[in-house]
């Protein structure tokens, strides 16, 4: 085989390399966003009473499941007439059957009298010696199907204790849950992560959603398209330098 053969072979090798990362770049990259809407909705959170988990204008990725699904401690989304029939987002402290409680004597919020520790109600680096974990004391029993709702700004959040006169002790059906919020998109602050002090509750807590593969998927298809757009054409200029010296050669 001749030189020329031999590097005209490895530039159409390299165009082959290069076209077949850009369509399994595309596949990901395409597969990736599609999944992410079909499983995510986004939305825009209006006030601080999820604050520091989540403040007001935040934009959060939300996951669509099924009322079954939902654990204690997950953020969710859901929608209520009792609490005015707009989409709300508060954390989950209590499911069907729960005894939910404020405070013990260390300030802390219980269920079926085990106290629960919550870091997500003070922002990063505060000391764990604030104020307690509600500003009044309340104690609710959950009926079955039912979820009992709390904001994680204790001081000013218009949740589920503002409704304890109601039926149901101010808790909402298990039904109106449309999604769990599983990040903040923007500003990017991260996954929502699933709280250690319920894990040991019957039924323990929910388990991380797909948006770290999506996202990964996004990542690896967008390198691949890049890089193998790039590798086309420097595979054919490197074989079109390996002819010349040939050429040259030849002329001689």
């Not at 934009?59 to 401690?73: F, M, Q, Y």
């Not at 990063?124 to 307690?132: F, L, M, R, V, Y």
């Not at 039926?167 to 599983?182: C, K, N």
Request: charged fraction near 20%; glycine fraction near 14%; proline fraction near 7%.
């Amino acid at each position: 085989m001749s030189g020329s053969e031999r590097h005209d072979g490895r530039g159409r090798l390299g165009n082959a390399l290069s076209n077949l990362a850009v369509a399994v770049g595309c596949v990901l990259f395409l597969g990736g966003f599609a999944w992410g809407a079909v499983v995510y909705k986004p939305y825009t959170v209006p006030t601080d009473s999820m604050s520091p988990t989540v403040n007001a204008g935040d934009r959060v990725l939300a996951e669509r499941i099924d009322s079954g699904d939902v654990r204690r401690g997950d953020v969710v989304v859901f929608t209520d007439s009792t609490w005015g029939d707009v989409p709300m987002v508060k954390r989950v402290v209590g499911v069907g059957g729960d005894k939910v409680a404020c405070c013990d004597k260390n300030g802390r919020l219980t269920v079926n009298g085990e106290p629960i520790e919550e870091p997500y109600l003070r922002a990063k680096g505060a000391s764990a010696n604030g104020a307690p974990a509600s500003p009044q004391n309340f104690t609710a029993d959950v009926p079955e199907g039912q979820l009992f709702l709390l904001g994680d700004e204790r001081s000013t959040s218009l949740d589920s204790r503002v409704h304890l006169q109601d039926p149901g002790q101010g808790s909402v059906p298990r039904g109106a849950v449309q999604a769990r919020v599983d990040a903040v998109a923007w500003p990017m602050n991260g996954m929502v992560g699933r709280p250690e002090a319920f894990a040991a509750l019957p039924g323990g807590v929910s388990s991380d959603g797909p948006l770290p593969l999506q996202a990964g998927a996004l990542v690896v298809g967008v390198v691949l398209i890049l890089g193998g757009s790039a590798y086309g054409p420097i595979a054919a200029r490197s074989a079109r330098r390996s002819r010349r010296p040939e050429a040259s050669a030849g002329a001689h």
